[in-house]
C-alpha cells in the first residue's frame, strides 16, 4: 500500500515558465543593422531564416501573453474549486489523496475486496473533474488553455523549420540561437549546458557585428573628410 507521506501534492496544469523578460531578442535586432556585405552574400532583407525568426518571435510574444492569463486564470480555479481529486481512506487507516484514475488504480489496486472503495472513489473523483470541467469552461479557462496549446504547437512547428532553413547572414544565424534559447530557458534550468554556451555565442556575434558597424562608420567619416 502506499505510504500516506507520499500523497501527491498539488499539481498546477502548466508547466511552461514564462521569463520575466529578456534582451536577446534585440541582438537579431542590431546585427541586421551591421551586418557586412560579403561577397556573394544575401542581404539580411532577403534572409529566409530571419523571415522566420520574425514569425516566430511574434507568436512567441502571443504564446507568453496566452501562458500568463491561462496561469492566471488556473490560479483562480484551483482557488476555488481545488484541483480535481480524490481522497482514499486505506484499510490500514491512512488516507491518501489522488490526482488520477491511474494514481487511484495504483494505490487500491485491482485485489476484488477493494472494489466497492474503488468504485466510490472513482464515482467521487468523476464528480470533481465535472465540476472543475463546468467552472473551467464558464471562466474561460479551457478556451485559454486551447489557445496557449495551439500557440505553442505552432512554435514548435517553427523550431523544427529553423532546423531546416540555412541561414545566409550572421543575423540569421543569430535568429537560430535567441530563438532556441529563448524557448530553452523557458523550460530547462537556464544556467546548465547549453545555455551558457549558447548565450556566449550570441555575445561573440553582436561583438563581431557591432565591430563591422564601427568599422564602416570610420570609414564614411574617412571619405566624408575634405581632402
Given at each position: 500500500?502506499?505510504?500516506?507521506?507520499?500523497?501527491?501534492?498539488?499539481?498546477?496544469?502548466?508547466?511552461?515558465?514564462?521569463?520575466?523578460?529578456?534582451?536577446?531578442?534585440?541582438?537579431?535586432?542590431?546585427?541586421?543593422?551591421?551586418?557586412?556585405?560579403?561577397?556573394?552574400?544575401?542581404?539580411?532583407?532577403?534572409?529566409?531564416?530571419?523571415?522566420?525568426?520574425?514569425?516566430?518571435?511574434?507568436?512567441?510574444?502571443?504564446?507568453?501573453?496566452?501562458?500568463?492569463?491561462?496561469?492566471?486564470?488556473?490560479?483562480?480555479?484551483?482557488?476555488?474549486?481545488?484541483?480535481?481529486?480524490?481522497?482514499?481512506?486505506?484499510?490500514?487507516?491512512?488516507?491518501?489523496?489522488?490526482?488520477?484514475?491511474?494514481?487511484?488504480?495504483?494505490?487500491?489496486?485491482k485485489a476484488p475486496d477493494m472494489a466497492a472503495l474503488r468504485d466510490k472513489a472513482e464515482t467521487d473523483f468523476a464528480?470533481?473533474?465535472?465540476?472543475?470541467?463546468?467552472?473551467?469552461e464558464e471562466t474561460g479557462y479551457t478556451a485559454a488553455f486551447r489557445a496557449e496549446r495551439e500557440a505553442g504547437d505552432k512554435i514548435q512547428d517553427l523550431l523544427q523549420a529553423f532546423s531546416t532553413t540555412p541561414a545566409t547572414t550572421?543575423?540569421?544565424?543569430?535568429?537560430?540561437?535567441?530563438?532556441?534559447?529563448?524557448?530553452?530557458?523557458?523550460?530547462?534550468?537556464?544556467?546548465?549546458?547549453?545555455?551558457?554556451?549558447?548565450?556566449?555565442?550570441?555575445?561573440?556575434?553582436?561583438?563581431?557585428?557591432?565591430?563591422?558597424?564601427?568599422?564602416?562608420?570610420?570609414?564614411?567619416?574617412?571619405?566624408?573628410?575634405?581632402?
Amino acid at each position: 500500500m502506499a505510504d500516506s507521506d507520499n500523497t501527491t501534492t498539488l499539481p498546477y496544469v502548466t508547466r511552461r515558465r514564462v521569463l520575466a523578460g529578456t534582451g536577446v531578442a534585440t541582438i537579431v535586432w542590431i546585427l541586421e543593422g551591421n551586418a557586412p556585405a560579403s561577397a556573394g552574400s544575401t542581404n539580411v532583407r532577403s534572409d529566409p531564416t530571419l523571415a522566420l525568426w520574425r514569425e516566430w518571435e511574434r507568436v512567441h510574444k502571443q504564446t507568453e501573453r496566452l501562458c500568463r492569463r491561462q496561469q492566471r486564470l488556473e490560479t483562480r480555479l484551483v482557488e476555488s474549486v481545488g484541483f480535481p481529486c480524490v481522497t482514499v481512506s486505506l484499510t490500514e487507516g491512512e488516507q491518501v489523496t489522488v490526482y488520477s484514475i491511474e494514481m487511484l488504480n495504483e494505490v487500491l489496486g485491482k485485489a476484488p475486496d477493494m472494489a466497492a472503495l474503488r468504485d466510490k472513489a472513482e464515482t467521487d473523483f468523476a464528480a470533481h473533474q465535472a465540476r472543475w470541467d463546468a467552472v473551467a469552461e464558464e471562466t474561460g479557462y479551457t478556451a485559454a488553455f486551447r489557445a496557449e496549446r495551439e500557440a505553442g504547437d505552432k512554435i514548435q512547428d517553427l523550431l523544427q523549420a529553423f532546423s531546416t532553413t540555412p541561414a545566409t547572414t550572421l543575423a540569421g544565424v543569430a535568429g537560430k540561437l535567441d530563438a532556441v534559447l529563448r524557448e530553452g530557458e523557458a523550460w530547462e534550468e537556464c544556467s546548465e549546458f547549453p545555455w551558457p554556451q549558447i548565450r556566449s555565442a550570441l555575445s561573440d556575434l553582436v561583438r563581431i557585428a557591432e565591430g563591422f558597424g564601427a568599422d564602416r562608420g570610420r570609414r564614411r567619416r574617412i571619405r566624408s573628410r575634405p581632402s
